[in-house]
């Protein structure tokens, strides 16, 4: 969440925070296969996280009275975060799957 705060306040930039993200999938995808649970269950929490971002962010301009044009901004930056952490998790089972 600290990552996707970070990201989403930047307009632009932010290589070392998407690093950051990476490493979170990746950690995540190894707890995942140590736990012996599937690409498609390591992804389903990714992909629940994200949608309670999303979320947020849809309705951040209702509550926080901020621009709506802003929005916009605001999802691509989060997804941004949010797809890297999901392609750290498949590369990490890819990476299982070789070995």
Do not use: C, W
Not at 7 to 26: F, H, K, M, P
Not at 32 to 55: K, N
Request: aromatic fraction near 6%; glycine fraction near 6%.
């Amino acid at each position: 969440m600290g990552i996707i705060l970070q990201y989403v306040s930047l307009q632009e930039g932010g290589d070392a925070l998407l690093e950051e993200a990476r490493a979170i999938g990746y950690a995540h995808a190894d707890n995942a296969l140590e736990l012996g649970l599937p690409l498609t269950v390591a992804l389903e929490a990714a992909m629940f996280f994200r949608d309670s971002m999303v979320e947020v962010a849809v309705q951040l301009p209702e509550t926080a009275h901020v621009r709506a044009t802003i929005n916009p901004h605001l999802v691509r930056r989060i997804n941004a975060v949010l797809n890297t952490v999901q392609i750290a998790i498949a590369e990490v089972y890819e990476k299982a799957k070789a070995q």
